[in-house]
């Protein structure tokens, strides 16, 4: 637990400082790169680059003092997924609602990468229909429907919550209906000596545990205290952990010709913006985007920090604002480029000799950004587009709007 929490700090604490909204000139750097030094004007020689020795956040190093996940419990994802998040739960608890609303939303998003394990936790001295709504979801389990009803108590819980128990059974009844069960069955099952002792049961195994409150969560044998940024905090360590499926292990070979032009077309959910890239004057940066471009590394990602009258941002996999390809590449600082307009496109870094993947398009001057992060780029067609992108910025722990896509690169040789 401990171990999560610092790791999780930690890169709350990385993410904030290379991603302060205000001024970016200062970032924090997340590795300290030795013996850098950019490519000459030449076709022929070799970029250089070094890798990055960021940690990997990680969970679930500890055993877990419960009992391990078995054909008993209702799971759903992947049995090797990378989180397994248990949660002890009662449908009738405002809070849980919440959380399975936004794990379920994780999980849609990460489909191969959770699996979400609900055990019955009824608040039976709390809330009255507690053990009549676990009763429901095992009810529907016996016709091989509990996620459904699980998913229904949960997402109608306002329709239910304030009726009575005979108006609840005679709500739940019509909903199974809906949900492709066997009524007649349902209802018979739902009162039965088997499933009634079922709340019960679950109960008592909390009581001996004991569990403090619902939802009691695990991820990956740890305890979790349920907060509502949880599952953000959640998401964003998982995105950033699985990156390293999409790193490379080399620095990028050379792909250009710098005695030729080469433009970029970034085909985004809002329309085409087409950037010219200063081969001649950024050979090693513009090297590297075009090889990062040709093997997809920008591939339906997202412009995960848009902030108008500054800069849009994207090139990360991850979403999160940390990524990088596995390696650094050094700063080509030219002192006849400058951010002096809108629609200069420069490298991402979190401080010198640190660009990796990352890069961002300005709205306006910013002359803060001068001598600090490397010009590569002019957007030449799809200014406009910008004006559509839709505010964010990926810091840890808020909700934020989805980003919009970029779809893909697609780089032209001239």
């Not at 000139?25 to 020689?45: D, E, H, K």
């Not at 619902?214 to 979790?224: D, Q």
């Not at 913006?273 to 090889?291: E, G, K, M, R, Y």
């Not at 910013?366 to 030449?380: I, Q, R």
């Amino acid at each position: 637990m401990r171990k999560f929490f610092g790791l999780l700090l930690c890169a709350l604490v990385i993410f904030t400082a290379a991603c302060e909204a205000s001024t970016p000139a200062s970032p924090r750097p997340t590795a300290t790169p030795s013996s850098l030094n950019f490519i000459a004007s030449t076709p022929t020689t070799v970029s250089r680059c070094t890798y990055s020795s960021m940690p990997t956040p990680n969970v679930g190093q500890q055993p877990s003092l419960f009992a391990p996940v078995s054909s008993q419990d209702h799971a759903r994802g992947p049995v090797d997924a990378y989180l397994t998040v248990i949660v002890y739960s009662d449908f009738q608890c405002p809070a849980c609602a919440q959380f399975a609303a936004l794990l379920t939303e994780i999980q849609r998003k990460h489909p191969q990468d959770m699996r979400i394990v609900y055990r019955d936790f009824p608040l039976l001295t709390i809330n009255d229909k507690a053990a009549l709504s676990t009763q429901a979801a095992e009810a529907a389990n016996l016709q091989g429907k509990f996620w459904e009803m699980h998913d229904l108590l949960f997402s109608k819980q306002a329709e239910w919550v304030k009726l009575d128990a005979a108006g609840f059974q005679a709500w739940v009844a019509d909903q199974a209906g809906t949900l492709g069960l066997d009524q007649a069955k349902f209802k018979t099952d739902l009162t039965s000596p088997e499933v009634i002792a079922i709340p019960q049961k679950a109960w008592n195994t909390a009581m001996k545990i004991p569990l403090p409150g619902a939802p009691f969560i695990l991820v990956n044998g740890e305890i979790l205290k349920w907060q509502p940024t949880l599952l953000n905090n959640l998401e964003f360590i998982l995105s950033l952990d699985l990156l390293p499926k999409k790193q490379f292990s080399s620095c990028p070979p050379v792909v250009i010709d710098q005695s030729k032009q080469y433009f970029a077309t970034l085909k985004t959910a809002k329309g085409d913006i087409v950037i010219h890239l200063f081969a001649d004057q950024a050979p090693n940066t513009v090297n590297n985007f075009v090889f990062l471009a040709r093997k997809g590394w920008y591939d339906n990602i997202t412009f995960h920090r848009v902030v108008p009258g500054f800069v849009a941002q994207t090139g990360d996999p991850s979403g999160t604002g940390q990524g990088n390809p596995g390696y650094f590449i050094p700063d080509e600082i030219a002192s006849s480029l400058q951010y002096d307009r809108p629609g200069v496109v420069g490298m991402f870094n979190a401080g010198a000799g640190t660009n990796g993947s990352q890069f961002f398009i300005t709205y306006v001057a910013s002359a803060k950004l001068n001598g600090k992060y490397t010009v590569f780029g002019e957007v030449v067609k799809g200014i406009d587009v910008l004006n559509h992108l839709t505010p964010r910025d990926a810091l840890p722990g808020e909700t934020l709007p989805d980003g919009d896509a970029l779809i893909n690169v697609t780089i032209e040789e001239k």
